[in-house]
């Protein structure tokens, strides 16, 4: 194969370490950081539900790499738009990759195949490799016996799930770096009235700072009500 620049990511400037409310997740956060300083774990699998956080948890630990003066890279995947395996042509020099929602590379030969091959040239060269998917390592669903045993190597990392006041907690979180506040009131009304999954939750934050600005209000339930009736 000919040699191959990896191509460039964007960086998100709002999901660092910093930006993530960790409830009963800690332990995951700290063995994250760690591999991303290169000196945690060679390889971790991170995987749980959809709208955990498991995609900004995979930036901030290349944005932390990054910091370190390391060398990282980051990609999601998607089922409908795969694109060519050649892209990890290259990859294997960097000192961290993270690959996003690689359940949807199951099935496809091709691609188990060159992420197999990427995967030994990695390793063997004492780099560091972040998964991430829905599902834990052995219901992905990949055919390649070699690759299956890749995946279950290193170290296997569960999200756990917000309970509800978890999520007032993060509500309160995330609005205070938006810059307003929120009452423990006014997050039990949101989780009580409204889409309860994060980025559902994140979308409405944002249109509620907007409000607030505007109106020069004040997040009480009663404003709350007028502007998500409008």
Not at 135 to 141: F, I
Not at 168 to 181: C, E, S, T
Request: aromatic content about 10%.
């Amino acid at each position: 194969m000919a040699e191959q620049l990896p191509l460039a990511f964007e960086f998100r400037a709002n999901q660092s370490f910093s930006d993530f409310y960790p409830g009963s997740n800690q332990e995951a956060l700290t063995h994250l950081q760690a591999s991303a300083t290169g000196a945690g774990e060679a390889q971790i699998y991170l995987w749980g539900e959809s709208g955990l956080g498991k995609s900004h948890l995979l930036q901030a630990c290349c944005q932390q790499a990054n910091q370190q003066g390391l060398s990282a890279f980051y990609f999601a995947f998607a089922a409908e738009n795969l694109p060519d395996p050649a892209l990890l042509i290259g990859l294997e020099k960097l000192d961290l990759v993270c690959l996003d929602n690689i359940d949807a590379l199951a099935g496809h030969s091709d691609w188990e195949l060159a992420l197999f091959n990427f995967y030994n040239q990695h390793r063997s060269l004492a780099h560091h490799l972040i998964l991430a998917a829905n599902n834990p390592p052995d219901q992905l669903g990949i055919k390649l016996p070699d690759l299956k045993t890749r995946l279950n190597w290193g170290l296997t990392l569960k999200l756990q799930p917000l309970q509800d006041q978890d999520k007032i907690a993060v509500l309160m979180f995330k609005a205070g770096q938006l810059g307003f506040d929120i009452s423990p009131q006014v997050g039990r009304f949101l989780l009580t009235h409204f889409d309860r999954d994060l980025p559902s939750l994140w979308a409405l934050l944002d249109k509620l700072d907007k409000a607030s600005l505007a109106a020069q209000r004040k997040l009480t339930i009663p404003f709350l009500k007028q502007v998500l009736r409008d």
